[in-house]
């Protein structure tokens, strides 16, 4: 149940995130040509377009670090496997424990590094440069972001361990699950 | 002896057959712990900052745009364009076939998506008229390559941010070999078809050229958003990448129809997807290229390499070899981001212009696509055309030395790349 919701969510969030980026930027350049024809320039001459930049790179950092999660559960995050796949399954499953593993450790780490960060910013009560945000709110991507891919890749490993199966995720948009 | 600890981490954990990103943040991660005195705190700024760059944000848009040119019916136009253009010839179909991968390269940064966007049209209609199978695929897998090469490119602009280099003029750079690379696979493909008397299309009338060019005209208008729009300054790289995603949702939606409105989300959901991916790696290896500049590494390799006298023509010899090997196991994106700040300052001291090694570096990632054991068009095209990953590979074997001919002559005759670049941008 909760894994439904959070599933729902993170592809919302993403799917969300990266059109709303696409628009602003587009929204600027529009705004930027429009003045260029008087009669429309006299209606958007006053809107202030110096913030859309630094949105679009906030609303991607966010979708970067959500996508990044979900990209564990379709298993879009390849490495090389050549050498690992000519081993016999024993084997085989010891590495993926191993590298699933390393994902989770090293994403927790990471977890814990940014609280620590969004903290430290969060006292010096930062603000950003255009659209005057609070900084840590901003970086809580990083934290909040890599806690859901650890909790994605101890998911993907569970359901390894039980079933043996991994996400693959196929070009052209499909998920198949394969043994 | 730094050097050597870091990088004999980062290859003992990329052979565990961990995620790339992983492995390179792991090998960060340690290195810092065991050996460094920068505070582990800077890790987090760092995943952070390292993404703040507009000119990265460019490659979310380029799949985006990509995403909506592969589903929205723009691929069978220019399929039919291209047809209508060279399908007389002997091996029509496989001719229209590279014209056709060298178009959609035009308006999309990505090789997979143009294996994808062409490949899935077009081998099951050579199968139909009567090719080898093999051939079909390994035509296709290969002139998908040209998605990198020929601008947009994802590749390019990966290249671009590690080593602080114009994305506009690797753009344009690209454009010269890109030409030449299509004209290569062309002539080869028309030479094996006619010497294996393939078939030939009816030759199409003036009328059903043009009828088949203002068909497609709407999908290809996005070269003059891209490349107009880059070079005349009207945008920046990825204002422009922008632009398109939203032109390309305009004419796969409304103008083609053949994507439906409530697909979008999913469109959305899946170039998110991939974008998170390049980009999760593209902050590790960030991560990772500042703890390499931050023990002075780079430059230590560079002075070695200098040191041993290599000239110019044996540094790209062992660069373009090294790349060979590294494009077996690794994806471009990946490689590009791990060697290029390694090659560019020795290239610089040997007076290699950086532009045109970033040219080389991209034709070695189409050799890496085609080439096993990890060669991601490879991949594609066997899922494509439902053959075996050995035969797809066999398929595309002879391939390689065409690919690799084209590549020897971009390397050591500069021009090819930097003619037109130098030529725009008023560079003597």
Known sequence: MINRILDNLEEWLIATFMGLATLVIFFAVVHRYSSGIPWVWQYTRNISTSWTQELCIYLFIWMAKFGAAYGVRTGIHVGVDVLVRSLAPAKQKFFVVLSLGSGAFFTATIALLGAKFVHFIYVTGQISPDLEMPMWIIYLAIPLGSSLMCYRFLQVMWHYLKSGELPVHTYGGDIEVVA | ?428
């Not at chain 2, 601008?151 to 114009?166: E, G, K, L, R």
């Not at chain 2, 998110?272 to 590790?284: C, E, G, H």
Request: net charge neutral; with cysteine; aromatic share 10%.
């Open chain 2, 1 to 428: 002896m730094n050097s050597l600890i870091i990088f004999a981490l980062l290859i003992v954990l990329l052979l565990t057959g961990m995620p790339i990103s992983i492995a390179l943040g792991m090998s960060v991660l340690a290195f810092l712990y065991a050996f460094s005195t920068i505070p582990v705190e800077i890790i987090s700024q760092r995943l952070f900052t390292g993404l703040d760059q507009f000119a990265i944000m460019a490659i979310p848009f380029f799949i985006l745009a990509g995403a909506f040119l592969t589903t929205g019916g723009v691929a069978t136009r220019i399929v039919k364009f291209a047809t209508t253009l060279v399908g007389a010839m002997h091996g029509g179909l496989a001719v229209s076939a590279v014209l056709s991968c060298a178009f959609f390269a035009a308006l999309s940064g990505s090789s997979p998506a143009t294996v994808v966007a062409i490949g899935s049209i077009m081998i099951p209609a050579m199968v139909k008229q009567g090719y080898p199978k093999a051939f079909g695929v390994g035509v296709i897998a290969t002139s998908g390559g040209l998605g990198i090469l020929i601008p947009p490119s994802i590749v390019m602009i990966i290249y671009a941010v590690s080593t602080n280099t114009s994305v506009g003029q690797l753009f344009i750079a690209g454009i010269v070999p890109g030409v030449l690379m299509a004209a290569v696979l062309m002539l080869v493909t028309w030479l094996v078809a006619k010497k294996n008397n393939y078939p030939t299309l009816p030759q199409a009338s003036l009328r059903e050229i043009w009828q088949a060019f203002r068909d497609s005209i709407w999908g290809l208008l996005i070269v003059v958003i891209v490349i107009g729009g880059i070079y005349g300054g009207i945008f920046t790289p990825t204002e422009a990448a922008a632009v398109s995603a939203v032109y390309a949702f305009v004419v796969a939606v409304f103008i083609y129809g053949d994507l439906k409105l409530r697909e979008v989300p999913r469109v959305l959901r899946e170039s998110a997807n991939m974008s998170a991916m390049l980009l999760y790696i593209i902050t590790n290896a960030i991560l990772f290229s500042f703890l390499l500049t931050s023990e002075n590494i780079p430059q230590q390799i560079a002075q070695w390499i200098v040191d041993q006298g290599l000239t110019p023509w044996m540094f790209l010899l062992f660069v373009n070899v090294l790349l060979f090997f590294a494009g077996d196991f690794m994806e471009p994106s990946s490689i590009i981001l791990i060697l290029a700040p390694i090659f560019l300052p020795v290239a610089i001291k040997l007076g290699i212009d950086p532009i045109h090694l970033g040219i080389i570096m991209v034709i070695n990632m189409e050799l890496g696509m085609i080439t096993p054991p990890v060669g991601l068009n490879l991949y594609v095209a066997s899922g494509l055309a439902r053959m075996g990953l050995t035969e797809v590979t066999l398929a595309a074997a002879p391939w390689i030395l065409v690919v690799t001919a084209v590549l020897l002559l971009v390397t050591y005759v500069p021009q090819i790349a930097l003619w037109l670049p130098h030529l725009m941008y008023g560079i003597p």
